[in-house]
């Protein structure tokens, strides 16, 4: 019943239904951050963009497909966690919040980013999963300061050769996509560290011995005929991964190798950096 009136109550403006709402958060919290994950919620409380010193904004889990102009008064925020709602498009105010580093889209229902995105130059860390993403948006690849991208579970077929000019970025998640070959560009990324395609249509892998900075590669459930080789040291998950690169061959018959649980999944629940100075 909680929960029922609270979404009733989001669509009130009065100000004692928004007080309900943020259960008495009339001042700024101490450690300047606020969560209103999971409250049903259709709108913002207005009263949220007052609190113009606030860093982190969690509202996760809610019924918003927008967003209001006055979230552009939050000019300290560095991380905006917006998944699990219903945007359709990501609103144009989010491109205003400059000192953003963190940004959670996913679980949503976008299908492109807006241009204006390239105004978030302080962004490290990018959720896009989980949308309906038939192209990965190439003002992603403007982004230079991209560490992480989570593009996982949507419909990309290929990624943009101009992805190569984000030399900060170190992990890629490309699980649950419409790859049916590795994407070409990542082999001339070579500070690339985790590299994730797992739960995609790959029927070859190209060696990825020359990425100096590869320490995790994760190909598994893709229809392959062959394991990516790796430099010594790195990590590979997927058909033959404590094998040679390519298949044992007895007699004519390929021998299956038992595999290891899949490692370094995206956490599920939202982690920081750990130590990630925004």
């Not at 709108?43 to 860093?55: A, K, N, Q």
């Not at 991208?149 to 419409?178: C, K, V």
Request: overall charge neutral; charged content about 20%; aromatic content about 6%.
């Amino acid at each position: 019943m909680g929960n029922s009136l609270k979404a009733i109550l989001a669509f009130v403006p009065s100000n004692k239904c928004q007080k309900y709402l943020l259960e008495d958060l009339e001042e700024m919290p101490v450690d300047k951050m606020v969560d209103l994950s999971g409250r049903q919620m259709r709108r913002l409380p207005l009263h949220i963009c007052s609190f113009r010193e606030l860093v982190k904004l969690y509202l996760s889990d809610n019924n918003l497909n927008h967003l209001p102009p006055e979230l552009e008064q939050l000019q300290n925020l560095q991380i905006l966690a917006l998944d699990f709602n219903n945007f359709k498009a990501l609103p144009l105010v989010v491109c205003t919040l400059k000192q953003l580093c963190i940004l959670y889209l996913g679980n949503n229902k976008l299908c492109s980013l807006p241009l204006e995105l390239r105004l978030l130059q302080n962004l490290k860390t990018l959720w896009i999963e989980s949308n309906c993403l038939q192209y990965l948006p190439e003002v992603v690849c403007e982004l230079s300061l991209l560490k992480t991208l989570h593009a996982g579970s949507n419909a990309l077929r290929t990624l943009p050769a101009q992805l190569q000019s984000l030399q900060e970025l170190r992990t890629i998640w490309l699980s649950g996509n419409l790859l049916s070959e590795f994407p070409p560009v990542l082999l001339d990324m070579p500070f690339l560290e985790v590299i994730d395609v797992d739960r995609n249509s790959i029927q070859f892998f190209p060696s990825l011995a020359h990425l100096p900075g590869l320490k995790l590669v994760i190909y598994d459930h893709n229809p392959c005929r062959n394991a990516p080789k790796v430099a010594k040291g790195v990590r590979r998950v997927g058909r033959w991964s404590e094998e040679t690169p390519e298949p044992r061959k007895r007699s004519g018959a390929v021998i299956d190798i038992t595999l290891d649980e899949k490692p370094l999944l995206p956490p599920a629940a939202k982690t920081e950096p750990e130590a990630e100075p925004c």
